[in-house]
């Protein structure tokens, strides 16, 4: 039944094939837990003494053929959305996680975190032959180009203020993450493919491949991505701090969850690697050659299909095998907020990554703004997204009525197809009491 919720949910919206951030909603001041993967200082000083993530999950889904890898939650849906049949294309799963209170507005946090992507380029009839479509293939110039990426993670957070001194409050937080490389792969191929039928004749300038792990892409289970064995493993750190200006808190109610008028916060988020032993490479020069479709038909294990491939180029199916250092998506993320007035916000936040193209998780500039509603029982927001290395705005936003929450970083892809990724996110948080001074 849940399964299905989230599939009729993620049908809903669309949007852009980078990382999504859930932007009104880490900004809330009742985020509580969830607010440590934007700026870790936030969850010091806190509304919620305790406060529980049970599960918060975000999709995103793509106009591009399904790959039923095991790595990705949901991937063997079958999507529609305008005509388009979409595939599951990346998964970010945050919790359980546990925030709670120490005295004098100290703040400890336990979370734990899934992120698993798939970026597709080029060659989609290609892709459809090695799945079993038999249409001919046109003789033409084609290109591909394939990264898969998978890692988990269990984090300790902890925050502090440094600064309470009238009208000045400052808090800073740090985030240790140990990362269980689950899978990182990479592919980029082009030259002249045709098939009649069930035989593709090929002529590639040139193929260049990378993989951690092929067993994981259909094997994995939730056990084995929590306590089993794994290809990699590595740390990775956030470190945050924020300001408050106070000028009328001893006149604020006490029962709010912002003392503030307004505030900045900046983190730097995923700082870390995560390293793959045994790794595995293929670099392949100009060369053709034919393969027929019933070697890798029926559908059988990546593996399986490695080795076919590499029994046609006529190369070793495991390549060069060597370590393998992947970095994380290192982000600097600046955040600003005011109140307006009792329970109405404007904030906005700036996402700066260190690398763009990051191998493991794609990470876009992006600049966000826009109003706030929140109180402990009901919250919503309404904000505008400038993805700044595409050129696109896109208007997003989410609810949260008591323990649920639901939202999307583009809300006009309900009505319209703006030629954009699919996306959703929804969670189950459990708030179990308010601070000391709020109650």
């Known amino acids: 039944m849940i399964k299905r919720l989230f599939i009729c949910i993620l049908l809903l919206s669309q949007y852009a094939g980078w990382a999504q951030r859930m932007t009104g ?9 969830n607010g440590v993967y934007l700026n870790p200082s936030s969850i010091a000083d806190n509304y919620w003494g305790t406060h529980i993530n049970v599960a918060t999950i975000s999709l995103q889904a793509a106009d591009q053929p399904r790959l039923p890898l095991a790595t990705l939650p949901f991937a063997k849906a079958n999507l529609k959305l305008h005509g388009q049949k979409l595939a ?56 591909a180009d394939l990264t898969s990426d998978a890692f988990g993670e269990i984090a300790l957070s902890y925050a502090l203020p440094v600064i309470d001194e009238e009208e000045h409050f400052l808090k800073i937080g740090g985030t240790y993450k140990y990362i269980r490389g689950l899978q990182t792969s990479q592919l980029s191929s082009s030259g002249r493919f045709n098939a009649p039928a069930d035989q593709l004749n090929y002529a590639i300038d040139g193929l260049q491949t990378t993989y951690s792990d092929l067993i994981t892409l259909n094997q994995l289970t939730l056990s084995d991505a929590l306590f089993g064995k794994i290809p990699g493993n590595g740390h990775g750190f956030d470190l945050g701090f924020t300001y408050e200006f106070r000028p009328v808190a001893s006149k604020r109610e006490e029962q709010s969850a912002a003392r503030y008028l307004f505030k900045i916060g900046v983190s730097l988020l995923d700082m870390g690697s995560i390293r793959y032993k045994n790794a595995s490479s293929w670099a392949v020069p100009a060369r053709s050659g034919t393969l027929n479709q019933l070697e890798v038909q029926p559908p059988r294990t990546p593996t399986q299909v490695r080795d076919a491939v590499a029994r046609s180029l006529n190369i070793v199916p495991e390549g060069t095998i060597g370590d393998l250092s992947m970095k994380l998506p290192q982000t600097l993320s600046i955040q600003l907020d005011a109140q307006i007035r009792p329970n109405w916000f404007v904030g906005a ?7 763009p193209s990051a191998l493991a998780q794609h990470r876009a500039e992006l600049i966000t703004i826009g109003p706030r509603y929140e109180s402990p029982e009901l919250e919503y927001s309404l904000m505008a997204n400038y993805w700044r290395p595409m050129g696109k705005v896109s208007i997003g936003g989410h609810l949260r009525y008591r323990v649920l929450t639901v939202g999307s970083d583009n809300l006009f892809g309900f009505f319209t197809d703006n030629g954009l990724t699919s996306h959703l996110f929804a969670g189950v948080t459990l708030p179990l009491r308010a601070r000391a001074s709020a109650q």
């Open 25 to 33: 909603y880490q900004l809330s001041n009742y985020t509580g837990v």
């Open 88 to 143: 599951i294309k990346e998964a970010d799963v945050r919790g359980p996680g546990v925030m709670y209170q120490l005295p004098n507005n100290h703040s400890v946090a336990i979370t734990t975190r899934y992120r698993s992507d798939l970026n597709l380029t080029g060659a989609y009839d290609l892709i459809n032959w090695f799945q079993g479509n038999t249409l001919a293939l046109a003789d033409i110039q084609r290109s």
């Open 349 to 355: 936040t700036w996402w700066k990554p260190s690398n």
